[in-house]
C-alpha cells in the first residue's frame, strides 16, 4: 500500500505535512535500497543463475519484496512531489491560489518584459561556487533576483529566504527560470538545482535577502 495524503487544512500546514510525508518516503526509499546494496543487487540484477535456477547466494524473498516497494515508493513520491509544488504555490504565490492546477511551467511563461516593468528585487547574490548549478545557469555575484520561478517579491514576508529554499528543494533537476537585474539589464537564465555537482546544497551559491 502507498502514502496517503494527508488532507489539507490551510495551505501553510498542508504543505508543510507533505514535505515530511516526503521525507518519510524518502527515509523508507534508503532503507529499501539498503537492502539491494546488502545482496549486491540493483533494480534490474537478474535473480537466475546461467541455468535458469534462482540464484542460491543471496535473499531473494528480501530483494523482490524491496524492489516491489521501491517502485511503489517512486509512485508515491511522484505524487507527493506534485502536491508539495501546488501547495507552495498556494502559500507563496497569492494570485495562483485559487488555481492550483497552474504549474510550475506555465507560470514560467510569463513575458520578460512584462514581469521586468512590474517585479522587484527580493534578493541578491553573494557569491556563487565554480562549476556549481548556479555558475552553470550564468549567475553572478551582486546579481539581484526578481523573480525565481514563481517567486516574486510578494511571495515573501519578513526578512527570510524560505520559500526560496522550499522552491529548490521540491525542483531537484527540474528547470526553473530565474529572472535577474545586473547592471540595469533584466536578463532571464535557466536554473536547474541537483545534487551531486561537488559541493553543497542544489544550487552553489549563497543568495541573500534585498531590500529594494
Known amino acids: 500500500m502507498g502514502f496517503m495524503l494527508p488532507s489539507p487544512t490551510n ?8 514535505m515530511s510525508q516526503k521525507e518519510s518516503i524518502e ?3 534508503d532503507a529499501q535500497f ?3 546494496k546488502a545482496n549486491n543487487i540493483d533494480m534490474t540484477t537478474p535473480l537466475v543463475d546461467r541455468e535458469g535456477f534462482p540464484r542460491a547466494d543471496v535473499d531473494l524473498y528480501a530483494i523482490r519484496h524491496a524492489r516491489r516497494r521501491i517502485n511503489e515508493l517512486r509512485n508515491d ?11 507552495l504555490q498556494a502559500v507563496y504565490d497569492p494570485l495562483t491560489g485559487s488555481s492550483p492546477a497552474v504549474s510550475e511551467e506555465v507560470a514560467q511563461h510569463t513575458s520578460l518584459t512584462d514581469s521586468a516593468e512590474s517585479l522587484l528585487a527580493f534578493a541578491r547574490v553573494d557569491g556563487v561556487a565554480p562549476s ?5 545557469a550564468g549567475l553572478r555575484r551582486e546579481d539581484l533576483i526578481l523573480k525565481f520561478g514563481s517567486l516574486a517579491r510578494s ?9 526560496l529554499a522550499d522552491l529548490v528543494s521540491v525542483n531537484e ?3 526553473l527560470q530565474v529572472i535577474i537585474l545586473r547592471s540595469e539589464e533584466t536578463m532571464s537564465l535557466k536554473l536547474i538545482p541537483r545534487k551531486g555537482w561537488g559541493g553543497r ?7 541573500v535577502p534585498h531590500e529594494s
Open 201 to 207: 546544497g542544489m544550487l552553489g551559491c549563497h543568495i
Open 77 to 87: 513520491y511522484k505524487a507527493v512531489m506534485n502536491e508539495i509544488e501546488t501547495a
Open 27 to 29: 527515509a523508507e526509499l
Open 34 to 36: 539498503s537492502i539491494l
Open 155 to 163: 511571495s515573501f514576508t519578513a526578512n527570510s529566504l524560505q520559500p
Open 173 to 175: 533537476n527540474r528547470e
Open 132 to 136: 556549481s548549478p548556479a555558475a552553470e
Open 11 to 18: 495551505p501553510r500546514e498542508h504543505a508543510r505535512a507533505l
